[in-house]
Every structure is written in structure tokens, then in C-alpha cells.
């Protein structure tokens, strides 16, 4: 996390820092340093695989209403946004969010999956209403696929055998808006940024290399960021 951060402000501090790129509201590139709260929901959409030995443990221990739940985190974010014009940009973020999935329902209190790490690959198309002052509101959507690292399996899942666990990689779709607002004629200016992802990886659990269980979640986060901004 310490070495995500030192790369944002590095990033931030090369383009304020450079001569040549003369800061300006009017700018073709504007980077944003931002601190992110990621929200998801991480609810079972599907059980589309159990196997009978785990089926019959969970009825002996009188769970028959499963869900799970995603924690949330908070991340910063690099954010880099080219304007074909001043209502229109493409722009792509750079962060990595790290969470556990616990159990919910019958499983309340249960540790299902551990660590894991989710890189969210975005490109969003956005456009800006010109409003005349500093004051921009602008809406986006574009792409993204969320790339899945080190998950592990929890507490309770090796209780019950597991030894591995393996959550795919998603493409799905971002839905985005917010705000930018210059301080004045020298590129510098606040940001405030939601998204809403929508998103269905699914999750394998192993035990003695042999599949146990596999499910569908709607991990589904919002994205929620605020921050500076450099436009030049």
C-alpha cells in the first residue's frame, strides 16, 4: 500500500513539477491523485456446484440460508483522463483494493475467503457539461475487468477442508459520475468521483485438489473518490 502511494504522488508531483507542462483548466491531460472507499456487496448470486459430503455438514450444522458478504477499503487512486475536447475524455485509474468474503445469513460470522487482492482494469468515455464557471459536472461509463490476486481461503472454510480457493477475473461495466472543480487558471482543482461496477466473478473452493463448492457473487461495488487534480 506504502509503495501505491509513493507511485501516486510521484506521478502527481512529475506533472505539477515539469515547465513544460504549463498547467491549465483548458489542458489535454489531467491527472488525479484521490483517496477511494470501495463498497461491495459480494452476495451469492448462484450456487452452481456443491458437493454432497459439504452439502451435508453445513444441513448437520443447521445452515440452509447461505450469503456472504465483501468488506469494504479504502485505497488511493491514480486517475489519468485525456480531453478530445472540453466535453469529452476517456480516462483510465490505477489502484489496487484488497478484501475478505465472510459468510452472511446462517453463515454470520464465519471467515470464508482471505486476501483478496483485486486490480480494477477501468476505461471510461465521459462527458462534461460546461457550465460556464470552474464548476464541471460531467457522466462517464466504459468497461473494466477487475483481475483477481492471492485469495486465500478463510478460518472457517479450512475447518471445513478447504485448502484452496480461487476467485476468477470479471469483465463487467462502469457506470460513473461526479465533479470537477478548478482553483483558478493554473490546472490545479478538486475532484469528487462515484462509480457503480457491475460484476460476477465466481469463486472455487478445493479441498485435496478436488472442487467442493463454486459460486456466483454479485460483487456489484460503488467506488467512491475525492481528491486533487492537475490539468495541463
Avoid at 12 to 17: F, K
Avoid at 181 to 210: E, H, Q, R, V, W
Wanted: net charge neutral; proline share 5%.
Amino acid at each position: 500500500m506504502r509503495k501505491i502511494m509513493m507511485l501516486a504522488a510521484l506521478g502527481a508531483a512529475t506533472a505539477i513539477t515539469t515547465p513544460a507542462l504549463a498547467g491549465s483548466p483548458e489542458g489535454k491531460i489531467q491527472v488525479k491523485v484521490l483517496g477511494t472507499a470501495v463498497l461491495p456487496d459480494g452476495g451469492i448470486d448462484k450456487i452452481k456446484y456443491i458437493d454432497a459430503g459439504l452439502a451435508g455438514t453445513l444441513t448437520d450444522m443447521g445452515v440452509t440460508d447461505v450469503d456472504t458478504r465483501a468488506n469494504d477499503n479504502v485505497v488511493p487512486t491514480l486517475a489519468i483522463e485525456y480531453f478530445f475536447s472540453n466535453s469529452i475524455s476517456v480516462e483510465t485509474i490505477c489502484c489496487f483494493t484488497q478484501h475478505h468474503v465472510n459468510g452472511d445469513a446462517d453463515l454470520t460470522g464465519t471467515n470464508l475467503v482471505n486476501h483478496v487482492l483485486i486490480l480494477p482494469a477501468t476505461l471510461t468515455a465521459k462527458f462534461h457539461l460546461d457550465t460556464g464557471g470552474p464548476i464541471k459536472p460531467y457522466v462517464g461509463a466504459g468497461p473494466a475487468l477487475f483481475l483477481v490476486f492471492d485469495e486465500k481461503p478463510g478460518s472457517t472454510a479450512k475447518a471445513l477442508g478447504v485448502d484452496k480457493v480461487k476467485m476468477s477475473n470479471s469483465l463487467g461495466v462502469a457506470l460513473q459520475g461526479g465533479v470537477d472543480i478548478a482553483l483558478g487558471d493554473n490546472g490545479f482543482g478538486l475532484s469528487l468521483d462515484a462509480k457503480k461496477y457491475f460484476m460476477k466473478p465466481t469463486a472455487k473452493f478445493y479441498a485435496a485438489g478436488t472442487k467442493v463448492l463454486e459460486t456466483k457473487h454479485d460483487l456489484d461495488p460503488w467506488v467512491l473518490s475525492a481528491g486533487v487534480s492537475y490539468r495541463f
